[in-house]
């Protein structure tokens, strides 16, 4: 009938799910500005407001690579699956 190829939307797979709460768990902690807007506990004497955002962007970078090794590794299970194609 047609040449075009039928095309079917993203799969939602558990390390996808993973994948996203990965990326949304920062900005989660970041908007909740009641849960850090104190001073105590100081952290050698820098305020708490200020060290748990400094906190945050090292979780935020771990919390990133942990998604983008998920995705690559997801990925390279989805094009072996298709036999080399990639998706």
């Keep these: 009938m047609s040449d075009v190829p039928e095309v079917k ?8 799910v993973v994948i996203a709460l990965c990326l ?7 908007l909740w500005v ?4 104190k001073t105590d506990p100081t952290f050698i004497g820098i305020p708490f407001f200020y060290w748990y955002q400094m906190l945050w962007v090292l979780i935020s970078t771990a919390l990133t690579m942990i ?15 298709k036999g080399g194609a990639e998706a």
């Design 34 to 37: 009641g849960s850090y807007a």
């Design 24 to 30: 949304l768990v920062p900005f989660v902690a970041m």
């Design 9 to 16: 939307p993203p799969a939602v797979t558990p390390v996808r």
């Design 67 to 81: 998604a983008y090794k998920l995705w690559q590794r997801d990925q390279r299970a989805r094009a072996t699956t």
